[in-house]
Each structure stands twice: as C-alpha cells, then as structure tokens.
C-alpha cells in the first residue's frame, strides 16, 4: 500500500539558511498534519491542512511557513535556522471524515541538522 | 493538557505482559496509539473513540475508560519485535484534530 513520502530525508544545513521539507500524502488523503520530534521527546504539532486550507496551528514559529498544493502535497519552509531546530520532523496524513476521526499515517521523516 | 504515561519504561522477557496507560485530565474525545522504534516514524496500533470501547490488534489490545479519561494498552505474550517507544496520542473536542501526545513509554523485551 502507498505511504506518506517526504523528501529529502536527511539535510544538514548552517544556521541563518533556509530549507524546504516536502510531503507527499497518501493518494486521496485530502489532510496534511506537520510534527517536528527532538531527541528523546515527543512529536510536537506544527501546523496541518485540510483541502489546501490551513486548519490548526500548533507551535510553530514565526519563521517558519507551510502550504498545501492542489495536488495536496505539502511544503514546510523554515527560514533563518536555529541551533534548535535540528530535528525530525514527519508529515502525517488522513482522509477528513465526518463520522468520527481517521487515522494519521506517518512519513518516515526528514532529519534536518542545523550546524 | 499533555497526557501522562505511565511508566516512562518497562524492561520485558519474552512471553511476558505489559500495560501502559495514558491518562488526560481534560475529557477526551479519542485515544491513538503508536509505536515508534529509534529514527524511525511512529507506525499506527489503533484508535479508540469516547464512549468507553476495547480494540484489538493481535496480541496488543486497548481500552478507553471515559469516566477515568485513561486509556491502557495490553501488551500480551510480548515478542522481540514490541520493542520501541510507544505514544499515545489525544483529540479533546472533536476528531480530524492534531494530536497531543505523551512523553512516551520506552519497551525494552529481552530474550
């Protein structure tokens, strides 16, 4: 069955840089959720989309910006990087439903290192 | 409102049981549960709804105490394969909703 794909899978980047996370949802998932997990924490909600509308909004910071496409991929771009940015971040996605709530499949992540 | 897990990590032989519970101090609308090994994505076990329900996945089973707002997950006869972080995830109000997730149970099995 096809998976949430996302690229690249590993970046390493200098600080003050930028860079671009991309995902792919699964075919007919229409949502797109973004979490970014640190060493030996949890995975922290960034922002999600729904039909290429921004839904919620978790912690994500002002340098950081996300859209989904009419193709329903989706774009992280993450501006000015931080030592503490370095993480992993995975894009999830699902099929809205209105009956209750659906699954969030997870990508396998990109691991960005900010040096 | 981040949810608890208990315990932070469980050391098991092989063959042997486990449960983990994640408790919320606000009402919740479901419970998601995930296993994550080390680098890799969290892979999905299931889900439970509000309205207090049990599901199973070959011999990893949950439930859903509404009135406790606490969810656990049966881990039986446990393989090598179990071993991982596993996280419970939350939706408060409604569902389709970001999840909340606990800090994580780390599961060790030994042969």
């Known amino acids: 069955a096809a998976g949430v794909i996302q690229s690249p899978r590993h970046l390493i980047k200098e600080k003050r840089e930028t860079a671009t996370l991309k995902c792919y949802p699964i075919p007919r998932h229409d949502t797109v959720y973004w979490y970014q997990q640190g060493p030996g924490q949890d995975p922290q909600f960034l922002i999600s989309?729904?039909?290429?509308?921004?839904?919620d909004k978790g912690s994500i910071p002002d340098r950081f910006s996300a859209q989904q496409f009419s193709d329903y991929h989706s774009e992280l771009n993450m501006s000015s990087l931080e030592l503490g940015d370095s993480a992993l971040y995975f894009c999830?996605?699902?099929?809205?439903?209105?009956?209750?709530?659906?699954?969030?499949?997870f990508g396998p992540g990109t691991r960005l290192t900010v040096l | 409102q981040q949810p608890v897990q208990s315990p932070q990590a469980v050391i098991l032989r092989e063959g042997e049981d486990a449960v983990i519970n994640c408790s919320s101090s606000k009402a919740l609308y479901s419970v998601h549960w995930y296993r994550q090994k080390h680098g890799e994505a969290p892979v999905f076990l299931m889900i439970l709804l509000k309205g207090g329900e049990q599901k199973g996945h070959e011999k990893i089973s949950a439930s859903f105490n509404e009135k406790k707002q606490q969810s656990s997950l049966y881990l039986t006869a446990s393989q090598l394969s179990y071993s991982g972080t596993y996280f419970c995830g939350t939706e408060i109000d409604s569902g389709n909703t970001p999840l909340v997730f606990g800090k994580g149970t780390r599961l060790s099995v030994i042969a």
């Open positions: 989309f729904y039909e290429k509308m921004q839904s």
């Open positions: 999830a996605s699902s099929a809205w439903t209105s009956a209750y709530t659906d699954t969030q499949y």
